[in-house]
């Protein structure tokens, strides 16, 4: 609804005449005394809130003086505060009757017919005020619209050209006129508008832009490249400009002209989201390398207090593999804004991928305190408690987060095998075999939950059956190095140890991790072969092995059982 300037009310009743100076009114008021008390005693109500009161009073006052205009519009806008725009309109339209020259009254009758959707009234009242005052751009303008929405196209062109007229050739109103034109299939004088226009506005990008789609639409693409090419040549700092034509070259198949067009616009004087969503665009049609960092660094540059930069800058590093610095960047990010989760979210991941367990579970707290109800996030917290060997915050933190898990959701199946880790942590087996069974029942196919299951099993040397059983289904489906490493292991455990050697070394590199690595020095060992097992143990303590066995083990050439 168009709000009505209660703010002038006061004014207005303060200077208004509290007897109408309506000429020939023999019908004053028997007692003026009590009209003027009933009039201001509602007034008084109506600045104070108290709006039944104020109508009672107000419609006393006009019942003691009939030909008062004052307290009908009293009455209206007391009825517009409650919202009752039918009984303000009412109201409004006896106070213009008793007043017919108060173009105040006038004007806010019209309005209203509008909030009611009653065009046909509203056109009159315009009509009504036209006549008081001609040349009122704003009421022009107005009935124009009116005009318009009832099929009289050519009226509401005279209308606009009128209000033109008043205040000069304006862009919006030529647009419209455009438009009007062309539902009357008069693309001659259409175009001749945006022409006059735009000799008055020579760089307004609307006015541009609305020829141009045009001439797209009406399949006049030569043209329409013509007038975008004016437009950059006549204003190259015209960020508008520079992603029309950008926008062209992509219609057109011209890739690299659109992307060199796109990153000429977005080093000009465009919004932040103008830019973010071009270069979005770059980055997703996988522009180079090299023009990216450019748009990064320049962006960050420009808006270096803005979450959207840092964020943008995030996600380009993650795309180049610089994991670190895309951490950083998401980080800054969140110093600008926290109110985003898809920013925590990148954070959380990359401290996954990058170890940064203290961190992790850090920051998926911090999370937690901003979305508490995000499953998520309880289980990287859960899974960075269990990491930092911390079972029982990691037991708990699972545990609460399960309530926001969905039933039968895949994820539920993650919860229960972040609880098996944390329960095998704490040598509760029995516990910790049920949650990963619960796993595995959630979601049968799940690799994963079969590698880590089959891996706790041997390394407690608990149930090496079924440690064996679950790991050759899942080599049977991915042998990737990470799970013949795991089968390698179960046969170790299992006593199989020329088996296990046998493995390993297929799955040994230059790359191989730290725990591939003393895995293979332990098969030589058990194997009768002493001299490369040191070799490989001395490669493990290099890699970073996290086994306090390990040292023992390289100064005695024996082999200890594992201690993480």
């Known amino acids: 609804m168009r709000v009505l300037t209660f703010v002038l009310i006061a004014f207005f009743f303060a200077s208004c005449k509290v007897v109408s100076t309506n000429k020939g009114s023999s019908n004053q008021p028997t007692d003026k005394k009590e009209f003027t008390q009933q009039f201001h005693q509602g007034l008084r109500a109506k600045m104070s809130g108290q709006l039944e009161e104020a109508i009672n009073f107000f419609n006393k006052a006009s019942q003691l003086s009939p030909n008062e ?79 318009e929405n009832t099929g009289k196209i050519s009226e509401a062109i005279e209308m606009l050209t009128k209000t033109e007229n008043e205040i000069g050739i304006n862009t919006s109103i030529s647009i419209r006129k455009f438009y009007l034109y062309l539902k009357l299939k008069n693309e001659k004088e259409a175009l001749q508008t945006i022409e006059k226009a735009k000799q008055k506005f020579p760089k307004d990008a609307r006015l541009i832009a609305t020829e141009i789609d045009y001439y797209f639409e009406t399949k006049q693409d030569d043209k329409a490249f013509q007038t975008m090419e004016l437009l950059v040549k006549a204003d190259p700092s015209n960020g508008n400009a520079h992603k029309l034509l950008g926008d062209y070259y992509f219609r057109s198949n011209q890739r690299e002209k659109g992307i060199q067009e796109f990153v000429l616009a977005i080093k000009c004087d465009l919004t932040l989201d103008d830019r973010m969503k071009m270069a979005i665009q770059l980055f997703d049609i996988n522009a180079s390398n090299e023009i990216m960092e450019d748009l990064v660094n320049y962006i960050t540059e420009v808006f270096p207090d803005n979450a959207k930069s840092y964020t943008f800058k995030g996600d380009f590093l993650q795309r180049i593999d610089k994991k670190q610095e895309a951490l950083l960047a998401y980080k800054k990010a969140l110093e600008y804004d926290k109110s985003k989760y898809l920013i925590w979210q990148e954070v959380l991941l990359l401290d996954y991928e990058l170890k940064n367990f203290t961190e992790l579970q850090l920051n998926a707290l911090s999370c937690l305190e901003l979305f508490p109800t995000v499953a998520n996030v309880y289980l990287m917290a859960g899974l960075a408690s269990n990491q930092l060997k911390k079972y029982d915050e990691a037991i708990e933190l699972v545990t609460n987060g399960i309530d926001f898990v969905k039933p039968n959701d895949p994820l539920l199946a993650e919860f229960h095998g972040q609880l098996g880790e944390a329960y095998f942590g704490k040598k509760e087996i029995g516990k910790a075999r049920d949650n990963y069974e619960a796993a595995l029942d959630l979601d049968p196919k799940n690799i994963i939950l079969k590698n880590n299951f089959a891996y706790r099993l041997a390394f407690y040397k608990n149930d090496l059956s079924l440690a064996t059983r679950l790991i050759n289904e899942v080599v049977g489906l991915n042998s990737s190095s990470k799970f013949k490493d795991t089968q390698g292991y179960v046969f170790f455990q299992d006593g199989k140890y020329a088996d296990a050697l046998a493995i390993f070394l297929t799955i040994y590199t230059d790359q191989a991790d730290n725990m591939l690595t003393e895995h293979l020095g332990d098969a030589y060992f058990k194997t009768g072969d002493k001299k490369n097992a040191l070799t490989y143990w001395k490669k493990a303590a290099e890699l970073g092995s996290t086994n306090k066995s390990l040292n023992l083990k390289i100064e005695k050439t024996e082999y200890y059982e594992p201690n993480y």
């Open 69 to 147: 205009d004052a307290p009908h519009f009293a009455l209206a806008q007391c009825y517009l505060m409650k919202n009752d725009v039918q009984n303000a309109a009412i109201s409004t339209k006896k106070a213009a009757e008793l007043d017919p020259l108060n173009t105040w009254y006038l004007q806010e009758l019209a309005y209203m017919y509008k909030e009611l959707n009653d065009q046909e009234n509203a056109s009159k009242i315009y009509k009504q005020l036209l006549k008081l005052q001609p040349n009122k751009a704003e009421w022009l303008f107005e009935y124009a619209s009116l005009l």
